[in-house]
């Protein structure tokens, strides 16, 4: 009677390893397949965001070159010296080509932060044949932004008069004839020292002299000649 009992629970433990074996299957595949898979294509443009701000051409003299801050030792070490002397002298699509041999030798370990904080897993997404990712829109925006200014600046210039206006006189008020009175005005007079020295008034002398001195009597000038 015993050893039928046992002979059962051996046999009941067996079907439930099995049943467990049968189920965990599915689990195991399906996170083999996800390491296997490769992150998605924005991820580089992410990892040169958290990098260097997105910009592909950056030196700033800390030793790391372009958008995913290369050291001159491991882009020599991976080829990049075929594109360009150190990472920052290549393209956004040279780079990324550059980036994905560094990963298959050293995972996104070689990126530790930034990967984490772009979501990189799996394998590299392969280089794509351009350089897109803003860099090219942009420029295109640019460069039509540069050819309407530059437009606008041919119109402004084709509708600008070419000659320059005339400059209007300094004192509008003033008589252009210097009068032919008996005193001639010298530099450093006024209307009253004049006045003063011929025994009369100043606002005689103007009044006798406003054609030649013109609508303010504080502003006399030498070389008019005034009436006594």
Not at 105 to 119: I, N
Not at 145 to 173: I, L, N, Q, W
Not at 182 to 207: E, F, K, M, P
Request: with cysteine; glycine share 14%; charged share 20%.
């Amino acid at each position: 009677m015993s050893e039928c009992a046992d002979s059962y629970t051996r046999k009941t433990r067996k079907t439930a390893v099995l049943a467990g074996a049968a189920l965990l299957a599915p689990l195991g595949l399906l996170a083999a397949t996800g390491n296997a898979a490769a992150a998605d294509s924005g991820v580089w443009d992410r990892i040169a965001q958290c990098e260097s701000g997105g910009n592909w051409h950056i030196n700033t003299g800390n030793g790391y070159y372009g958008g995913l801050q290369f050291s001159a030792s491991t882009w020599r070490a991976y080829g990049g010296t075929a594109y360009a002397a150190t990472a920052d002298g290549a393209t956004r699509s040279q780079q990324i080509s550059v980036a994905t041999k560094v990963q298959g030798a050293q995972g996104w370990g070689a990126w530790p932060t930034c990967s984490a904080r772009a979501g990189a897993s799996g394998s590299a997404p392969a280089a794509s044949g351009s350089d897109s990712g803003g860099t090219e829109s942009t420029k295109k925006a640019t460069k039509k932004s540069t050819k309407k200014a530059t437009g606008s600046g041919e119109s402004a210039a084709s509708k600008a008069p070419s000659k320059a206006p005339e400059r209007a006189p300094a004192h509008t008020g003033r008589s252009s004839s210097r009068g032919d009175g008996d005193y001639t005005v010298r530099a450093g007079d006024t209307l009253s020292g004049i006045a003063a020295r011929y025994t009369t008034t100043w606002q005689h002398l103007y009044a006798a002299n406003k054609a030649v001195i013109g609508d303010s009597p504080d502003l006399i000038v030498p070389g008019q000649r005034l009436d006594i």
